[in-house]
T-cell receptor, first 110, second 113 residues
Framework: AQRVTQPEKLLSVFKGAPVELKCNYS??????LFWYVQYSRQRLQLLLR??SRESIKGFTADLNKGETSFHLKKPFAQEEDSAMYYC????????????FGKGTRLSVIA | NAGVTQTPKFQVLKTGQSMTLQCAQD?????MYWYRQDPGMGLRLIYY???????DKGEVPNGYNVSRLNKREFSLRLESAAPSQTSVYFC????????????FGSGTQLSVL
């Protein structure tokens, strides 16, 4: 069965410090991985997906199939990055619902 | 273009009461979902509807029923509410085959006393 693990419930970093939100997955096939974000008083929204290999708001995430990880990184944290972050896995292409991790709350301290 | 609209935003129930959470989307999406969000538990799928006319159980369906009323609307019913159903409920939608790009509603905060 597919599973997404986010080991940290809460991550606190100082403004300007690097950020790494950890995500590990369990799936026997070739998954698609995503990061969703929920800012305070805003809707949950897609932040980025691994197939796009894009950088959104300074965040990047690389799929490491050997370590079954998809960690979210940003070199210099900003206060506006404070939010709840969810890692999610799509077991196959499109028709099966996403599986979400338990989420990590990022707090950026000024 | 409102996106995904959920009603009500807040609700307090007594144990044993019933209620229906409403969800509507105006993006012509095929697939709709109900999740619950609990501290430390993340987002868990309750039910989903891949397309109009179909519904399927998710990870935590017990105590809930759903109705896909039409392409736009997908409701979640609690027949006999229990304190364990105190949660924030999110509806989401997307195009069939594109389930990674989910559009979420603003949520319903439900307390069962």
């Amino acid at each position: 069965a597919q599973r997404v693990t986010q080991p940290e419930k809460l991550l606190s970093v100082f403004k300007g410090a690097p950020v790494e939100l950890k995500c590990n997955y369990s799936y026997s096939g070739s998954p698609e991985l995503f990061w969703y974000v929920q800012y305070s008083r805003q809707r949950l929204q897609l932040l980025l997906r691994h197939i796009s290999r894009e950088s959104i708001k300074g965040f990047t995430a690389d799929l490491n199939k050997g370590e079954t990880s998809f960690h979210l990184k940003k070199p210099f944290a900003q206060e506006e990055d404070s939010a709840m972050y969810y890692c999610a896995l799509s077991p196959n292409s499109g028709n099966t619902p996403l599986v979400f991790g338990k989420g990590t709350r990022l707090s950026v301290i000024a | 273009n409102a996106g995904v609209t959920q009603t009500p935003k807040f609700q307090v129930l007594k144990t044993g009461q019933s209620m229906t959470l409403q969800c509507a989307q105006d993006m012509n999406h095929n697939s709709m979902y109900w999740y619950r969000q609990d501290p430390g538990m993340g987002l868990r799928l309750i039910y989903y509807s891949a397309s109009e006319g179909t519904t399927d159980k998710g990870e935590v369906p017990n105590g809930y029923n759903v109705s896909r009323l039409n392409k736009r609307e997908f409701s979640l019913r609690l027949e006999s509410a229990a304190p364990s159903q105190t949660s924030v409920y999110f509806c989401a939608s997307t195009f069939l085959g594109l389930n990674e790009k989910l559009f979420f509603g603003s949520g319903t905060q439900l307390s069962v006393l």
